[in-house]
């Protein structure tokens, strides 16, 4: 059997002047990275027609630690639809290089529904996630100038610093760490720690930014940390906004590439899902609405975690209507919420689907929230069943939910054309119908205590001694009407990644809140999630090598 990068390789990529021939847009618009990379700027975008075009979201299921193929749906799913006729751009994130020297191996789709240049997708790209890097580092090193400058004239308290360094990989060792050693040349000794890039709230400004003027803006009030009197510096006292946006200059710009059957891609921005908002810029977004009449995209995870952010705070900042969503189902990760053994996944166990059904139709339950009509993609794979997989089907006809077997990873848009049939009829049939969940204007206990509820299926939401006190804390400096983005497991519909199925009758536990002021939101931390993953026991680094040609491999 072929590999991705196998098939990656084997594609005929055209020139991406003619892919952004097919959007309308002139090569002398390009800002071109070699051939089949380029990116576009901001003036393509027109906010008087973003509104007029149809914007399509890809969640799943609680995933499986193999996930269920969110993005290489939504780029079959752009294929199939660009076959029916339909101009349609994906829009996707960038890849993390931990993730990809990690788990994943590689994250530009699957099979024969990849976006491509794959190599250069998933390795550096064209540097969005180095200049997030050192826009971030930048103002960690302002930070701890400032303290080893004479008076600290801002009063800060090196204890309660709140910014962190990050760095583009997975690197448990760096979580937590003491600088400043040395003596009194070397630095102010205080701990602190790193955070994987994704994580930045640079990168998560970057995704909920307008322009380079909001972006500066946005980089200016970011929350530093608090004085010994209890008061809160921002980055914009140590005048570090101008020099950060100008790190970010190309970097704001979306990323365009093509399809494996040479349609347009835009690839920009990756936060995470279980930590910040989980989905490409908005900048990204309406660049494909301005310049297509669909929009395909995907938010990380579940409907529980990256929709949900999706929804309410995207939507809700950047004034996106979405259309239509799909909720991609694995008869694999039905197959283990209904108690199979993750070795055994692949074997035949129609019970276990059977019983692992109630994951799907909670995460159904929670898109008609936003008043969405759902639709199923069954994502198939070779070890499926055909009694599997009509379990699936009969139970999506009972709930009334239309629903495709999608084969985009062996036959690209071919193997998407019923799911790109029922999302149109979808899309099409709705025009003003999205409603979010919650008003930004809400306290932030009402704001949890809907999602929590509502899309966890928590009976209450549980507080720390010490999120309470920064509940009070964020409503005396004016912070409390800010959206709530939560930081919890991806493996559970709850906040315990053990619970699987449709766990009932829980409470959600707070135990600390964090703060991402220049990006727009509150951070409740649920569990013991973290913001900086460690490597498993076997990378996928390991796998991978390049030979004197330049030729890599192992990327999957």
């Given at each position: ?17 003619e ?42 299921i ?15 799913l ?64 302002l ?26 990989m ?42 380079l ?31 950060m ?61 990256g ?29 283990y ?19 692992g ?14 008043n ?16 599997e997989?009509a ?95 939560v ?23 707070i ?46």
């Amino acid at each position: 059997m072929k590999t991705d990068l196998d098939i990656a390789r084997a594609a005929t990529m055209r020139p991406i002047t003619e892919i952004a021939a097919k959007l309308g847009i002139d090569e002398h618009e390009l800002y071109q990275y070699g051939n089949y990379m380029a990116k576009l700027p901001l003036r393509l975008i027109d906010d008087k027609v973003v509104r007029k075009k149809k914007l399509v979201l890809v969640t799943a299921i609680t995933p499986t630690p193999a996930g269920e193929g969110k993005t290489t749906t939504s780029i079959g799913l752009a294929e199939g639809l660009n076959r029916l006729g339909v101009k349609t751009t994906v829009v996707i994130r960038e890849p993390s290089l931990g993730p990809v020297f990690g788990i994943k191996g590689g994250a530009a789709g699957g099979g024969h529904a990849q976006v491509v240049p794959m190599e250069d997708i998933n390795l550096h790209f064209t540097g969005d996630l180095a200049a997030v890097e050192k826009a971030h580092n930048l103002l960690s090193a302002l930070i701890d100038n400032h303290l080893q400058s004479k008076n600290n004239k801002l009063n800060l308290d090196p204890r309660r610093i709140v910014w962190k360094r990050v760095i583009d990989m997975n690197e448990r060792a760096l979580r937590h760490i003491v600088l400043g050693l040395g003596g009194p040349k070397q630095g102010v000794p205080r701990e602190t720690g790193f955070d994987i890039t994704a994580a930045s709230e640079v990168m998560a400004a970057l995704c909920l930014a307008k322009d380079l003027e909001d972006l500066k803006e946005k980089f200016g009030n970011i929350l530093v940390g608090f004085t010994y009197d209890d008061q809160p510096v921002y980055a914009k006292e140590f005048k570090a906004q101008g020099a950060m946006a100008a790190l970010m200059k190309y970097a704001i710009m979306p990323n365009l590439v093509q399809t494996l059957e040479g349609n347009p891609a835009i690839v920009h921005g990756g936060p995470f899902a279980n930590i910040a908002q989980g989905t490409n810029t908005l900048i990204a977004t309406k660049m494909g609405l301005s310049l297509s009449d669909y929009v395909v995209t995907e938010a990380g995870f579940a409907s529980e975690l990256g929709a949900e952010k999706f929804l309410n705070i995207k939507c809700q900042y950047g004034g996106l209507t979405p259309n239509a969503s799909v909720v991609v189902a694995t008869i694999r990760a039905l197959k283990y919420h209904g108690g199979a053994k993750l070795t055994a996944l692949k074997e035949p166990n129609p019970e276990a689907v059977g019983k692992g059904l109630e994951n799907l139709e909670k995460h159904i339950e929670n898109v008609r929230h936003f008043n969405l009509k759902p639709v199923v993609a069954i994502n198939k794979f070779y070890t499926d069943t055909d009694e599997e997989i009509a379990i699936v089907q009969k139970r999506c006809e009972e709930l009334g939910v239309r629903v495709a077997v999608y084969e985009g990873w062996e036959k690209g848009g071919e193997g998407a054309t019923e799911l790109a049939q029922l999302v149109h009829d979808a899309a099409e049939s709705c025009t003003t119908c999205f409603e979010p969940l919650y008003d930004f204007r809400w306290d932030i206990e009402k704001k949890l205590h809907t999602i929590a509820t509502k899309l966890y299926g928590a009976d209450h939401v549980e507080y720390t001694v010490k999120a309470k006190t920064q509940i009070a804390q964020f409503e005396k400096i004016g912070l409390d009407k800010l959206p709530v983005c939560v930081a919890k497991t991806q493996k559970s519909l709850s906040d315990d990644q053990y619970e699987l199925g449709r766990p009932k009758d829980f409470t959600v536990k707070i135990r600390e809140f964090e703060v991402a002021a220049g990006a727009g939101f509150l951070i409740p931390i649920a569990g013991t999630i973290m913001r900086m993953p460690g490597l498993p026991s076997q990378p996928s680094a390991e796998k991978i090598d390049i030979d004197n040609e330049g030729n890599i491999s192992g990327l999957f």
